[in-house]
């Protein structure tokens, strides 16, 4: 063993003397403190042009190491506050003992960036020429976080699960590239030499994609020596418990803990051989022995869709589910370990890569398999458009998702500041499409054969996706440049449509406009009934293009038939020679909402059953409405209900359209049209009419910001009709109120505020306000909310012994009927105990409850133990004729879901000690949520 030991490593040093870089490492581990004792040699290969006096090196492990690093930041980015909340000792950090130079002899200053803390700045002793190499020696410890934040680290298990563990230098071509560890999985590392020595307990099995040489064993540990030449990346997974299975094929090993679904190794094996195999051949001899595929990678990159189903409503048969995932996997792995681009920069070449050949792969062996799989068969369910669409039609869907909603971000644009959705799905498969749509307009195989061969020229050595431009163009005649400038370097969408179709007995003329400002190339289909004719790429097409082709047998003129290109908008592609009623799309209905299918008008039809107030109770009935899964710019919605217990029809009617803007920090203006009828108190109800129209705006240079501005003008005409209830006596059943708000908030996990203005003019009253909100969570997981409200009547000729349009100190009586109250009119009772936040914010029911002339409050409250907290309310009455009065309460509130369900107990007030009065359960107050929208805000602020 010591021979052949001995002979690998003379081979390996052999190699060394033509290599860049090499790196030594011996590391010993302390499992029960979850602490790595490191000793490393890093020898650095200058192969620039340049002299340089400092190395920088990257130590992604101290990521871990504080609240305020750019990881910390990126997860309360996108409100996760597991990393916030956690206890030092589950946070990593790295301790440098020293770093010293080749003979070990005097030691190198060193600084970490104060941007960037987990890159090392290295001042050299001697400068380091061109094409010389100089080393580097390290010794220092780690500490291992827990696999709670990325998915990397120590289990609750104790198994260790590593990706980026060690130190390592940094690529320099001219200039130094570093950057911050975000959770992109997206480290920049020269390929390196590694030989690595793992001293552990006997009681761990060692998983690795490094060649093992030698294992050596002692009564209480074990020390495992690697080798690898060309690598940038090298997992090291300890595990106790080891689910790691190898497939060796005829091209390389294989080694996965991908979750199976239950199949046989057999089956595995075939499959896994199947994948090494479609691999091999379309990207090229893979130039490492094995290849390791963990559950951890794909979970974090998945597939993402149907196939997250729970097992008892899985719809893809479980070889299908395996096979995609190990693909999923395998691509991504492969393309990380032989394509060296800098992945946060160009990203999109290797993302492309990846969805391009999974779609490839799904074409050439499942190409009958369904978006919904079998559930496409199930009765009820076939009946959807969502049925027909096939597998591959996910990812332009899901792309869409983010371009519908104006939220879609350009594939150059750096990894790190594209939204979560974006850098995680919508990206990624825009750059796998965006292939397959330059592949299709090339056509011949071109592309393909252009992959192959820059993957193989390029396979371990530093390229760009510049590179791949120019070999493209070397191997196509046809005009490229659309691809690499419109598609990829901006926002622009890509719309045509087709008017103004004339013909003769042997002639059609029509015109295509491209409704967007780029040079996309379109396809053109002709039709004999549902036969295609033929099929042509127009090109060049600035605004309107008219054309003229044969008569032939055509019938149907379509554009992008086949949905190729991801295409803005469908609705608007083709056009019949038969007629043009509708431009002979039938009116079709759908049962709930479906994805549209752009050959049909489409009303979709949803049965309701709400609860929406306790005076008509459970309401039955149905909404009409165009709006699909995907957004469109017009929408309707005609909801007509029975209210079971007021036995009245009630409902509403809405009518809006959102006109986006791209490039410019005002994103989009939404005109609408509401009507709605509805009971406000026992056998009394209200018709209210509301024009509207509301302006976003963001922060265009950064859609991670949480800040935005709102703004929104509207008029409301209130009629109450009290007819029924002759209890209920109401001076004033009719009033219109002019409103304009002004909302400008930057809701933040760590820092959150708002400032909301509001005007609003009537016939008999006009009044202003001032809101601000301010939020902060600190260092040592307190919270701290202050809330400050301060509102003046700029007129008031209602009646004086009305507060109807007054500003409250605890419950507003929602004259213009925002919010979502279950018993606006009850006085008591549990309904009369909800609160929801607005003008004086109190919790305690306290008089005088009303102001007719200007209110001023503040509201805080602060942690006392994770989730409980005590407030505080204090603030000043005006009502005309009367003195300001001093109002003030405290209590504790428990916020269990900050925004969306909290719950508050009054202690003292102007009442006195609440606690110890009488019907105390009467005195408590709830703040909850059952709006689907706004709980599905909680989802959608992770993601974009």
């Known amino acids: 063993m010591k021979l052949r030991l001995l002979i690998v490593i003379l081979l390996f040093c052999n190699a060394w003397v033509n290599s860049q870089n090499t790196i030594d490492i011996n590391a010993k581990f302390d499992m029960p403190n979850k602490l790595i004792k490191i000793t490393?040699?890093?020898?650095?290969?200058?192969?620039?042009?340049?002299?340089?006096?400092?190395?920088?090196?990257?130590?992604?492990?101290?990521?871990?190491?504080?609240?305020?690093?750019?990881l910390a930041e990126r997860f309360t980015e996108e409100f996760s506050a597991k990393f916030h909340f956690a206890k030092s000792e589950e946070r990593g950090f790295t301790n440098i003992i020293y770093i010293k130079d080749e003979n070990l002899q005097q030691e190198l200053e060193y600084s970490r960036l104060e941007n960037y803390p987990d890159v090392i700045k290295v001042e050299l002793a001697q400068p380091l020429l061109p094409q010389e190499s100089y080393k580097l020696n390290l010794t220092y410890n780690s500490r291992v976080p827990d696999d709670t934040f990325t998915d990397y680290g120590v289990t609750d298990y104790g198994d260790y699960n590593l990706k980026y563990w060690y130190i390592t230098p940094s690529v320099f071509d001219g200039k130094w590239h570093f950057y911050s560890n975000k959770n992109l999985d997206d480290i920049y590392v020269p390929k390196s030499d590694i030989v690595l020595n793992v001293e552990f307990p006997l009681n761990y099995a060692l998983i690795s994609e490094l060649d093992i040489i030698n294992i050596k064993q002692t009564q209480s540990s074990q020390t495992f020596t690697l080798l690898g030449k060309d690598r940038v990346d090298s997992k090291l997974i300890l595990n106790k418990f080891s689910n790691y299975k190898s497939v060796q094929t005829d091209f390389f090993t294989?080694?996965?803990?991908?979750e199976d679904e239950g199949l046989k190794p057999e089956e595995k094996a075939i499959i896994t051989d199947k994948i090494v195999s479609f691999i091999s051949k379309n990207l090229g001899e893979y130039p490492h022995k094995k290849l390791l595929l963990t559950e951890i990678e794909y979970n974090k990159d998945p597939l993402y869709g149907l196939n997250q189903l729970p097992d008892f409503i899985r719809p893809f048969p479980n070889n299908f589910q395996y096979e995609i995932k190990v693909l999923k996997t395998a691509l991504n792995n492969y393309l990380e370990?032989?394509?060296?681009?800098?992945?946060?920069e160009d990203y999109w070449l290797k993302d492309g890569l990846q969805i391009y050949f999974l779609m490839k792969y799904v074409e050439e062996n499942y190409p009958d398999t369904k978006l919904l799989g079998t559930l496409s068969k199930v009765w009820g369910i076939k009946s959807f458009h969502a049925a027909d669409l096939f597998f591959n039609e996910q990812y332009n869907l899901l792309y869409m998702q983010m371009a519908r909603t104006n939220r879609d971000q350009p594939l150059t644009m750096p990894k790190d500041s594209l939204l979560k959705f974006n850098a995680n799905i919508a990206n990624k498969y825009k750059a796998g499409i965006g292939l397959k749509?330059?592949?299709?307009?090339?056509?011949?195989?071109v592309l393909e054969e252009t992959i192959k061969e820059y993957l193989k020229l390029n396979k371990l050595e530093s390229t760009s996706p510049s590179d791949f431009e120019v070999l493209l163009k070397q191997n196509t005649k046809k005009n490229v440049d659309w691809f690499f400038s419109d598609y990829l370097n901006t926002r622009k969408k890509i719309?045509?449509?087709?008017?103004?179709?004339?013909?003769?007995?042997?002639?059609?003329?029509?015109?295509?406009?491209?409704?967007?400002?780029?040079?996309?190339?379109?396809?053109?289909?002709?039709?004999?009934?549902?036969?295609?004719?033929?099929?042509?790429w127009i090109e060049n097409i600035k605004g309107d293009k008219t054309i003229t082709i044969p008569r032939d047998s055509i019938n149907r003129l379509v554009l992008n038939y086949d949905n190729t290109i991801p295409e803005y908008n469908l609705r608007d592609n083709w056009k019949s020679l038969k007629g043009f009623f509708f431009?002979?799309?039938?009116?079709?209905?759908?049962?709930?909402?479906?994805?549209?299918?752009?050959?049909?008008?489409?009303?979709?039809?949803?049965?309701?059953?709400?609860?929406?107030?306790?005076?008509?109770?459970?309401?039955?009935?149905?909404?009409?409405?165009?709006?699909?899964?995907?957004?469109?710019?017009?929408?309707?919605?005609?909801?007509?209900?029975?209210?079971?217990?007021?036995?009245?029809?009630?409902?509403?009617?809405?009518?809006?359209?959102?006109?986006?803007?791209e490039n410019q920090n005002l994103f989009n203006?939404?005109?609408?049209?509401?009507?709605?009828?509805?009971?406000?108190?026992?056998?009394?109800?209200?018709?209210?009419?509301?024009p509207s129209i509301s302006f976003s705006f963001r922060d265009d240079k950064n859609f991670r910001s949480n800040k935005t501005d709102f703004i929104n003008i509207r008029y409301l005409d209130i009629n109450r009709n009290t007819d029924k209830n002759p209890n209920i006596i109401i001076e004033d059943p009719d009033y219109s109120v002019f409103n304009i708000r002004y909302i400008s908030s930057n809701p933040g996990l760590i820092h959150f505020q708002k400032w909301n203005y509001d005007l609003q003019l009537a016939k008999q009253f006009g009044k202003i306000s001032l809101t601000y909100e301010y939020r902060k969570l600190s260092q040592n997981n307190r919270q701290f909310n202050f809330r400050a409200f301060f509102g003046s009547f700029l007129f008031n000729k209602t009646d004086i012994n009305s507060n109807y349009f007054s500003f409250a100190l605890d419950r507003p009586t929602d004259y213009l009927f925002d919010y979502n109250y279950l018993g606006r009119s009850e006085a008591s009772g549990i309904f009369s105990q909800q609160i929801i936040i607005a003008d004086g914010g109190f919790k305690s029911?306290?008089?005088?409850?009303?102001?007719?002339?200007w209110m001023a409050t503040i509201n805080s409250s602060t942690t006392l133990w994770k989730y409980i907290e005590v407030y505080g309310d204090l603030g000043l009455v005006k009502n005309k004729y009367q003195s300001p009065e001093l109002v003030y309460d405290s209590g504790i509130k428990l916020d269990l879901v900050t925004d969306y369900f909290e719950l508050y107990f009054p202690i003292y007030s102007n009442l006195g000690w609440e606690i110890g009065q009488p019907r105390y359960d009467q005195k408590i107050r709830i703040k909850f949520t059952v709006d689907p929208q706004a709980l599905f805000g909680l989802f959608r602020r992770k993601w974009y």
Do not use: C, H
């Open 40 to 70: 490393q040699s890093i020898s650095y290969k200058n192969t620039s042009s340049d002299t340089l006096n400092v190395i920088y090196l990257t130590d992604w492990n101290n990521s871990y190491s504080t609240k305020k690093t750019p």
């Open 254 to 258: 294989v080694v996965n803990n991908i």
């Open 337 to 344: 370990n032989t394509l060296l681009i800098n992945p946060r």
């Open 437 to 445: 749509y330059l592949d299709d307009f090339v056509n011949s195989g």
């Open 495 to 536: 719309d045509f449509r087709i008017k103004d179709v004339s013909k003769t007995e042997d002639s059609i003329t029509f015109t295509i406009r491209n409704k967007r400002d780029n040079n996309m190339p379109v396809s053109l289909f002709s039709f004999n009934n549902d036969s295609i004719v033929s099929k042509t």
């Open 583 to 661: 431009n002979n799309k039938p009116l079709q209905f759908r049962l709930i909402k479906d994805f549209e299918d752009p050959n049909y008008n489409q009303v979709f039809i949803m049965p309701l059953v709400q609860f929406n107030n306790i005076y008509d109770g459970l309401t039955l009935g149905a909404k009409l409405y165009n709006k699909s899964m995907l957004r469109k710019p017009f929408y309707y919605k005609i909801a007509p209900v029975y209210a079971t217990k007021s036995k009245t029809l009630t409902g509403s009617t809405t009518i809006a359209y959102t006109q986006d803007f």
């Open 669 to 690: 203006i939404n005109y609408s049209l509401f009507a709605g009828y509805s009971s406000f108190a026992e056998n009394a109800f209200v018709t209210s009419i509301t």
């Open 845 to 853: 029911k306290l008089n005088p409850a009303f102001a007719n002339q």
